[in-house]
């Protein structure tokens, strides 16, 4: 639950940006097949990130997290996937 509040504010916004260009009859396909595999593959690789980050953490420095600091650590990884540069 944490990992899904992390990421789920930027997800709305592309759920609402992709979602107004499928409205509209020739762009919808397009957006359909070239926005939401990246950006499925993003949110999979921002929680495989964060559950590495956790078990690290957890393992070596036997440091236990909240769940607010999961989440945040899946949404830092969110945003380093889908920035550019």
Avoid: C
């Avoid at 953490?57 to 949404?75: H, N, Y």
């Amino acid at each position: 639950m944490s990992m899904a509040k992390g990421i789920g504010g930027v997800l709305a916004a592309s759920y609402v940006g992709t979602g107004l260009l499928k409205h509209d009859p020739g762009v919808n396909i397009w957006v359909a097949l070239l926005i939401q595999p990246p950006m499925v593959a993003a949110v999979s690789y921002s929680v495989e990130s964060a559950f590495k980050q956790y078990f690290h953490l957890r393992i070596t420095d036997r440091r236990d997290l909240t769940p607010d600091q999961v989440g945040e650590l899946a949404e830092a990884a969110l945003h380093a996937k889908l920035s550019v540069g």
